[in-house]
C-alpha cells in the first residue's frame, strides 16, 4: 500500500519504520517545512494518508484529503468538539475516515472494560471518581484525547457524573480544583519523555480501586494507526477505532 504521512514528528517517524515493516511504501512526507508539496496531486499518489500533525492543523488535512479523495487516518487529538461538521464534509464527499484519540489495542481494551465497570460502579455510590492522565512536555492539548474518551465512557455508564472537569496540575498547585459532585475530574500532569498514562480511580473512605494503562513507548500507538490505514482503504465512509476493533461481537 501507498502511504501518505501528514505529520513526520515522533508519530509520523515511528509509523515510517512500521509501514515498512508491514511492506508499505511511504511516497509522501508533510511536516511543518515542506507544507508547499501538500497538495492534491501529491496526496493522490497515496491509497491512505496517515495524519499525525497538531491540533491547529488537522482539520485543514482532513479536508485536503476529502477533496483528494484519499481515504485518511486521523490520530491528532485535541479537535473532537468538531467530529460533528467532518463527519458531515466526510459524507458530502463521500469520503473515506477513521479517527482514534488511541489506536493501542491496550487503550482499546481499557476503553471497553472503562464502560463496564462504570456501570457496575452504579451499585457502590460511595465510591467517588476520577481520572488521571500524564504526558511528556511538548503534548499540546490538554486533557489528553484518551482521557476526554474515557471520561465520555464513564459519563455515559455511571448516573453520578454529569460533565468532566480538567485540572491542570503544575509544580504540585492545581490551576482551579473547585469540583462539584456530579462533575468529573481529569487531571492532567505533565513529566518529561511520559508517553501516555492513563488511570480511572475510584477513592472511598474504605479502599481505593485503581484501572490503569502504561504506554512504555509510541510503538502500540502507531502500530494501530497502520492497522487502521489497511483497514480503511478499501471504504467509504465515517468510522472510529471502536468498528475496527468491535469487542462486542
Ligand atoms: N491517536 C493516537 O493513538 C495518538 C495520537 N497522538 C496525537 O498525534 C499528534 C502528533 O503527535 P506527535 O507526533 O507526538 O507530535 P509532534 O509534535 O512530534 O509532531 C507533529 C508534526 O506535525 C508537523 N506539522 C506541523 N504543521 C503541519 C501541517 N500543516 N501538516 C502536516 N504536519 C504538520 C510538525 O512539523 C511535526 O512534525 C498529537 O495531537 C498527539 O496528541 C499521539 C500519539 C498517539
Ligand atoms: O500526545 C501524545 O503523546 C498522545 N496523545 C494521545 C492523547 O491525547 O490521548 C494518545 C496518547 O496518549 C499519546
Redesign the pocket.
Not at 30 to 33: F, P
Not at 75 to 78: I, P, V
Not at 138 to 141: E, P, R
Given at each position: 500500500m501507498k502511504i501518505a504521512l501528514?505529520?513526520?514528528?515522533?508519530?509520523?517517524k515511528i509509523i515510517e519504520k512500521i509501514a515498512h515493516d508491514r511492506k508499505h511504501e511511504i511516497v509522501l512526507k508533510?511536516?511543518?517545512?515542506n507544507?508547499d508539496e501538500?497538495t492534491t496531486q501529491n496526496l493522490q499518489k497515496a491509497d491512505v494518508a496517515i495524519?499525525?500533525?497538531?491540533?491547529s492543523?488537522?482539520l485543514?488535512?482532513i479536508e485536503s484529503c476529502f477533496k483528494a479523495g484519499v481515504p485518511i487516518v486521523v490520530?491528532?487529538?485535541?479537535w473532537h468538539h468538531e467530529i460533528e461538521q467532518i463527519k458531515e464534509q466526510c459524507e458530502y464527499h463521500k469520503a473515506a475516515f477513521i479517527y482514534?484519540?488511541?489506536?493501542?489495542v491496550g487503550v482499546n481494551v481499557f476503553f471497553h472494560v472503562n464502560k463496564i465497570l462504570a456501570k457496575l460502579m452504579n451499585n457502590y455510590p460511595y465510591y467517588d471518581v476520577q481520572v488521571e492522565e500524564i504526558h511528556h512536555t511538548?503534548?499540546?492539548?490538554s486533557p489528553?484525547?484518551?482521557a476526554i474518551t474515557i471520561a465520555e465512557g464513564i459519563l455515559d455508564n455511571l448516573d453520578a457524573k454529569k460533565d468532566w472537569k480538567n485540572v491542570v496540575i503544575s509544580d504540585d498547585k492545581a490551576d482551579d480544583d473547585t469540583i462539584a459532585a456530579d462533575e468529573l475530574l481529569i487531571e492532567s500532569l505533565r513529566i518529561e519523555n511520559v508517553p501516555?498514562t492513563h488511570t480511572v480511580i475510584y477513592d472511598s473512605e474504605i479502599d481505593t480501586i485503581e484501572f490503569k494503562h502504561t504506554a512504555h513507548n509510541?510503538n502500540g500507538?502507531a502500530l494501530?494507526?497502520v492497522l487502521a490505514a489497511e483497514w480503511i482503504a478499501d471504504k467509504k465512509g465515517f468510522y472510529s477505532v471502536e468498528d475496527m476493533f468491535d469487542f462486542n461481537s
Open positions: 501528514l505529520g513526520y514528528g515522533k508519530m509520523g508533510i511536516d511543518y517545512n507544507l501538500l495524519e499525525f500533525s497538531t491540533p492543523t488537522v485543514g488535512n490520530g491528532t487529538t485535541g482514534a484519540t488511541n489506536f493501542s511538548q503534548k499540546l492539548d489528553s484525547g484518551t501516555g509510541r500507538f494501530g494507526a
